[in-house]
């Protein structure tokens, strides 16, 4: 039985090619992974136990003492995991696979009211589907499964037969998980939404009006940029229509295939609809046409499983007032698009739910628009390595093959890898937008449009210049450094006098600096 093995820990100066701080022990999930030779993404932080009498962290390390070394058995280990590195169900799914479960009902036996065997005992059922050999608790206090002071909890459902308060933030096909980082933390004490209400409130509500539909359209035309395209006016517009109706009624499947629709403006070269097909982000040896993936999507049998898993999650947060509304978002959007259920459209869909679950979570107001694609567009590679963060430790996972047609086959069972994973990294990008977003790019705006609205009056009140021409007028004086160029003065605007222009470009300058 693996519970009585005492070989769990290892010394390690390298584990599965991730550098420690130091030489020392594995304990906790790096243990388990070791000892059950798990072929899993590596959680992004592992436990070490060095010999010195220090605890510190690294981006990858959690440092421990000699005296939090755990009991050398697998409840040791798990009890461990749970207590000081909070729950990683994909790594946990792989470990109950290669135990029997007559293993797991042995352990929880010998403390059944214990708060880790209660929480394995839950873990193990609701992650395997199948009840265990165990009566039902009938004493004992209720606990927490999900740490809260680790990891993001939402509204705890009581399990009676455990007395468990299950606080999963999400259903079982479809859990991402969230860690309270410092940097989660802080940014979550800044209320940054009610900073947002307090900006609105200062500022008219005809400038408001005009800085939300310009970024609007900002926005619209940034989340096509970063797929490579440059559409049309009229089919930016259109988009930026659709991202203006988020949040007025919930997501379902119909509902995400009618923003397919308005995303795909030409439909003749692509499949419309949930793929029936696999599917892969990257390149195309030029030699040969085969696949070189960055990222390799869902099996399309496994996409309506878990679009109805991220579904049912965006329902449960939603109704979780408590519920963090940018991690909760964060947990949908970046979820959506690495399922990518769809042959295209993924991606301006995927930033659209950012918008959609910040609305419905009531953390901006009706008609504000976060330009989240247009900070993504500023912070691209950012941006490519938080969606590498997820894709580059699942290729390894996956094994696959090319097609006659040069797409891929994959040919083991790959849907844990996208019901469960360590959303942290995509929670800390998107909060760094919401910061920029609320700290300059929406005072930015704001500033402008009254600026322009005081060069606007001195226009009409000394040239009496209809609104179009303004415009004109500003854009070429921002085009060039505050001054009309030699074209400009001879052609647009050849009816001003040389000492007019001057007094314009002065005006101009003395408001915008």
Same mark, same amino acid.
């Given at each position: ?8 820990? /290892?010394?390690?100066? =390298? $584990?599965?090619? +991730?550098?420690? %701080? #130091? !030489? ?34 690294? /981006?990858?390390?959690? =440092? $421990?003492?000699? +005296?939090?070394? %755990? #009991? !050398? ?64 608790l009938s004493a004992g206090n209720y606990v927490d499964l999900v740490d809260t002071k680790l990891q993001f909890g939402s509204h705890p459902l009581p ?102 629709e308005i995303v795909i403006d030409n439909s003749r070269f692509t499949k419309m609809g949930w793929r029936t097909d696999e599917g892969f982000i990257g ?168 600026k322009y609205d005081l060069m606007k009056e001195y226009l009409d009140d000394h040239f009496e210049m209809p609104d179009k021409i303004v415009a004109l ?41």
């Amino acid at each position: 039985m693996a519970s009585n093995n005492n070989h769990f820990s /290892q010394k390690i100066t =390298v $584990f599965h090619e +991730r550098t420690a %701080p #130091e !030489e020392g022990s594995i304990v906790g999930y790096a243990a388990l992974i070791g000892f059950f030779k798990l072929e899993v993404p590596l959680p992004d932080r592992l436990a070490l136990i060095s010999q010195k009498h220090k605890q510190y962290e690294t /981006q990858e390390w959690i =440092v $421990f003492t000699p +005296r939090h070394q %755990p #009991e !050398e058995s697998l409840m040791g280990h798990l009890t461990f995991a749970l207590k000081y590195e909070g729950i990683e169900l994909g790594v946990l799914k792989k470990i109950f696979a290669s135990v029997a479960p007559i293993d797991i009902e042995s352990i929880i036996s010998l403390e059944p009211t214990g708060q880790y065997s209660k929480r394995i005992w839950f873990l193990y059922e609701w992650l395997m589907g199948v009840n265990l050999d165990l009566k039902d608790l009938s004493a004992g206090n209720y606990v927490d499964l999900v740490d809260t002071k680790l990891q993001f909890g939402s509204h705890p459902l009581p399990s009676k037969r455990h007395r468990i308060r299950n606080n999963l933030p999400g259903v079982r096909e479809f859990c991402p998980l969230v860690r309270k980082t410092s940097f989660l933390k802080n940014l979550i004490e800044l209320d940054l939404a009610q900073q947002i209400k307090v900006i609105i409130g200062k500022i008219h509500p005809d400038v408001m009006a005009r800085t939300a539909a310009f970024l609007l359209l900002k926005d619209s035309k940034a989340s096509y940029a970063i797929e490579g395209e440059k559409p049309p006016q009229n089919r930016a517009q259109r988009w930026g229509r659709a991202i203006g109706q988020a949040g007025l009624k919930p997501i379902d499947k119909n509902e995400l295939l009618r923003l397919q629709e308005i995303v795909i403006d030409n439909s003749r070269f692509t499949k419309m609809g949930w793929r029936t097909d696999e599917g892969f982000i990257g390149e195309h040896d030029r030699r040969y046409g085969t696949p070189i993936p960055d990222h390799l999507s869902s099996k399309w049998q496994d996409v309506s499983s878990l679009i109805q898993g991220l579904i049912d999650t965006d329902q449960k947060l939603e109704k979780d007032d408590s519920f963090d509304a940018v991690v909760a978002a964060a947990m949908i959007a970046f979820g959506f698009v690495f399922i990518h259920p769809f042959v295209d459209g993924n991606g301006r869909i995927h930033r659209y739910l950012i918008h959609h679950v910040l609305l419905r979570k009531e953390y901006v107001s009706k008609g504000i628009i976060f330009p989240v694609s247009a900070i993504i567009l500023n912070e691209l590679d950012e941006y490519r390595r938080v969606l590498e963060n997820y894709s580059k430790p699942r290729l390894d996972q996956i094994d696959w093959k090319p097609t006659r047609d040069n797409n891929v086959e994959i040919l083991n069972d790959t849907i844990d890898l996208y019901r469960y994973f360590d959303a942290t990294k995509q929670a800390e990008f998107l909060y760094k937008c919401v910061l920029q977003t609320v700290e300059k790019t929406i005072p930015e705006e704001v500033s402008y449009l009254e600026k322009y609205d005081l060069m606007k009056e001195y226009l009409d009140d000394h040239f009496e210049m209809p609104d179009k021409i303004v415009a004109l007028l500003v854009r070429f004086l921002e085009q060039n450094n505050g001054e009309l160029s030699e074209r400009a003065k001879t052609k647009e605007f050849q009816e001003l006098k040389n000492e007019e222009i001057i007094v314009i470009e002065n005006k101009y300058k003395e408001i915008f600096g």
